[in-house]
């Protein structure tokens, strides 16, 4: 079928940029001739063709797979639509290759096979629209018939080949799925290219099995003849004339498959004086060397080829001299943390002594940094500005959701596709090996089959063993010595203790109101300013309606959200300006309603505890401290208790003990005993859909159930935090400072902590121990005497 659309627009595009659009169901297709490549194949393609040189153009640039052809008659200079097959492969173009001579090579890697639906018309080269064809999975004992003879016939076929690498051998032996041992063997053992394509266009697993097996019974007789007639000649041929023969034969063998081609000569030195360059440890470069001798006997259209090729170029590519010495001066650092940041100084003075050891001993090994705050505050841009203070380069490997193994070690070489992994990546996009390397998101690495990352983080992470570093890609020693590893997390919980401990913790709190505020004048405003596109002078924010951005629409322990409304701020502004109907903009805070809607964040304490039976908690979360409102309500009943808000094990076991602790002190409280028994009592905490755990909200179901049964109202400028024994107890918690910081945020005049906590107020800010009132508390009667409304 073809498409009756028209091509103006396409022109009209290709004339101003040189590419062309191509809708998203269709794809640039490349016809070869004489050649096949199946899907998890890597395979060089030599082009000729202005068509095709066009056409994989056209992919590189815009990043897209092609679609491989297979013509039906080689003999067609210029192939349509008719004269091309209609099953291909969908492929990616790892390297796109132009040699001395004026030959374009690219090297394809196989991803799926694909149907032609309708070809489109109005550009250069063939476009089609395709559907992919998904890889069948079924499996019965007739498959595993077929595998196993395929698998055998296929070994002895290998032996009569010449130079069979044994990672070809261990991948026919290794494969356990039935297309892809059939698609391998369909492409490595010289199969006509009707036959091959035949096996392209098999969808069935079985059908495709027999077709492989037919034609390679035929091959393997084929061979068996030839190695007999060979014997045969060759005993009656004397040893002048069969040496004779060899080298007519070499030369003949070595003209067809190229490797006495000029370019690829010109590459092979280029390799090995790169080799020679890259100062390698001798291991190193005796491997290098020895894979190059490989690499010049075989021919580069061999499968094997691209394959060595790429393990050369990561090896000359990655530093391996050792690094330049440290540049520190410790005023400049401190004026380049002070300049990148505001606040944290306890951060900072921490940074600047491990400054100040680097340089006194630059060869020692120094601490893993591992930065642990909520989302939002800096971790990472605190990295950045110690590679600024080192005079090093930054790279990140971001580690979020990394559960393999071979992300971090990388993947074997007998594997397609294989890779180093992330550390070697990061080094050789870094271009040295001393760089200060960020590992992001330390705490969200997961475990599945493929093997534990962070166990593999152990070694990178020990600065004892890590000089000799071991990726399975390269299968050499790496030195990460020199490096200078930061780690970041948003919750340590979830970093195996091993790993832990390999690293000193430095904390990072939230930010508090005023904090906030000088950020946004400092770096925010002026960063959403050239972000939108704004000019200085165009906009500009009143100090009041920066406050009030924070109070009513942000509620964070970061600056991301804030940011994030001072752009939509910006963007407003932009629009205006644009449109013409201002030239600036005065941004105060009765203007933030119609910009950005109405208040997000009211103050719910005053809303929620009015009533006997609320109570607000103090909670930790991994984005910072948030205030929890504790709900206690009775109904005429039998005695039950009824919990519910998606409480964890440990809060229901709070409020068992706090119900418990309220009925022996009934008495006390001058609750009737009789009622308590009469009474069902439901203990809420609301935002039912987040999931809730911890002991430490044990205070305030206490006082909220106290407060229910005796009729009184809770204070509602006061939070509290503790967990409570059956003896009345209040026992300390932790997270007191993103705790303290959470209720200075939502309006909260006093706090009610435990006794024992007293100690973490040096860790609050000073501007949180001015407007906020501490009381300590050391069993449930203090808590009663002053959570209650006078």
């Known amino acids: 079928m073809r498409s009756d659309r028209t091509d103006a627009s396409r022109n009209t595009i290709a004339a101003g940029s040189g590419i062309l659009l191509i809708p998203d169901d269709a794809m640039v297709i490349v ?22 040189k066009l056409a994989a153009q056209q992919a590189v640039k815009t990043e897209r797979p092609v679609g491989v052809l297979l013509q039906r008659d080689a003999e067609i200079e210029v192939p349509g639509p ?21 030959t374009h090579v690219i090297v394809c890697q196989g991803l799926q096979r694909f149907r032609i639906v309708e070809y489109l018309p109005g550009y250069p080269f063939p476009v089609a629209r395709i559907g992919r064809i998904d890889e069948p999975e079924t499996t019965d004992s007739q498959i595993e018939a077929r595998m196993i003879q395929l698998r055998e016939h296929a070994l002895e076929v290998l032996q009569f080949m010449p130079q069979v690498s044994q990672e070809l051998v261990g991948a026919v032996k290794s ?51 030839s190695r007999e007639l060979d014997e045969r000649t060759k005993a009656n041929i004397d040893q002048r004339q069969r040496e004779f023969l060899l080298r007519e034969q070499l030369k003949s063998i070595q003209k067809e498959l190229g490797e006495g081609d000029t370019g690829n000569s010109v590459e092979i030195e280029a390799l090995r004086k790169n ?74 003075k921490r940074i600047i002594e491990f400054l100040a050891v680097r340089k006194l001993n630059p060869g020692g090994h120094g601490p893993i940094l591992c930065f642990v705050g909520p989302p939002g505050v800096g ?61 992001d998101e330390i705490d969200k690495l997961g475990a599945g089959i493929q093997g534990d990352p962070s166990a593999a983080l152990l070694e990178v992470l020990d600065p004892e063993q890590n000089n000799t570093f071991r990726d399975n890609y390269l299968a050499l020693p790496f030195d990460l010595s020199r490096m200078l590893f930061i780690t970041t997390a948003n919750v340590l919980d979830n970093i195996p203790g091993p790993l832990r401990d ?83 903009m005065q941004v105060d805070e009765d203007d933030l309603a119609g910009i950005l809607g109405p208040i997000k964040y009211d103050n719910e304490v005053a809303l929620r505890t009015g009533l006997a039976g609320v109570a607000t908690g103090l909670a930790w979360t991994p984005v910072g401290g948030d205030i929890l409102f504790i709900e206690a309500s009775r109904t005429a009943g039998d005695g039950k208790l009824i919990l519910t808000g998606q409480l964890g094990e440990v809060m229901k076991e709070s409020a068992q003990a706090a119900l ?47 407060s229910l049964f005796v009729n009184h109202p809770v204070r509602n400028d006061s939070a509290m935090t503790g967990e409570i024994s059956l003896r009345g107890l209040v026992l300390p918690v932790g997270g007191i400072k993103d705790k303290v910081l959470a209720a200075m945020r939502a309006g909260i005049q006093r706090v009610l902590l435990p006794a024992r906590n007293r100690r973490d107020l ?29």
């Open 379 to 439: 971790k990472t841009s605190l990295g950045q500005s110690i590679a600024r203070a080192l005079g090093r380069k930054f790279v990140r490997a971001s580690l979020g959701g990394v559960h393999d193994e071979a992300e971090i070690r990388g993947h074997r070489r007998t594997y397609i596709g294989a890779l180093p992994g992330n550390i070697i990546q990061a080094i050789r996009k870094a271009g040295s090996r001393g760089c200060v390397m960020m590992l």
């Open 502 to 584: 390999r690293m000193e913790i430095i904390q990072l709190p939230g930010y508090t109101q005023e904090e906030k505020r000088e950020i946004a004048q400092r770096y925010l405003v002026g960063r959403q300013i050239a972000q939108n596109g704004l000019k200085e002078g165009q906009i500009e924010f009143s100090e009041q309606a920066l406050v009030a951005i924070i109070r009513n629409y942000t509620r964070e322990a970061g600056v991301r959200s804030l940011e994030r409304e001072i752009g939509a701020v910006c963007r407003r502004a932009a629009v205006n300006i644009a449109e013409g109907r201002m030239s600036s």
């Open 175 to 225: 494969i356990t799925q039935a297309g892809a041992l059939a698609d391998l063997v369909a492409s490595v053992t010289e199969l006509k290219i009707t036959d091959r394509q035949r096996v392209l266009e098999s969808i069935d697993l079985q059908r495709r099995l027999d077709i492989v097996l037919d034609c390679l019974l035929a091959r393997l007789e084929v061979l068996r003849l």
């Open 31 to 52: 016809p070869v001739r004489n050649v096949l490549l199946f899907p998890g194949m890597i395979l060089p393609l030599t082009i000729s063709r202005e068509q095709s």
């Open 82 to 102: 008719d004269d091309l097959c209609l099953v291909g492969t969908v492929a990616n173009i790892l390297r796109y290759v132009t040699l001395p001579d004026n």
């Open 660 to 706: 418990t602790l309220v009925k022996t002190r009934a008495t006390d409280l001058g609750i009737d005993a009789g009622s308590l028994e009469r009474s069902n009592v439901h203990v809420h905490v609301p935002a039912g859909a987040i999931p809730k755990d911890g002991p430490s909200a044990g205070v305030a179901m206490f006082i909220a159930l106290a």
């Open 275 to 348: 080799i020679a360059e890259a100062q390698m440890p001798e291991e190193v470069a005796n491997q290098a060397n020895k894979e190059l001798q490989r690499l010049a006997r075989m021919s580069d259209a061999s499968a094997e080829y691209s394959m060595v090729r790429a393990y050369l170029d990561w090896l000359v590519e990655l530093p391996w001299r050792a690094p330049e010495p440290d540049r520190i001066e410790i005023a400049e650092a401190r004026q380049i943390l002070d300049a990148d940041h505001f606040g944290l100084d306890q951060v900072k």
């Open 762 to 790: 040096e860790e609050v800010p000073p501007e949180a121990k001015e407007r906020i009132e501490f009381i300590f508390l050391d069993n449930v009667d203090d808590a009663i005497r002053h959570a209650m409304r006078q």
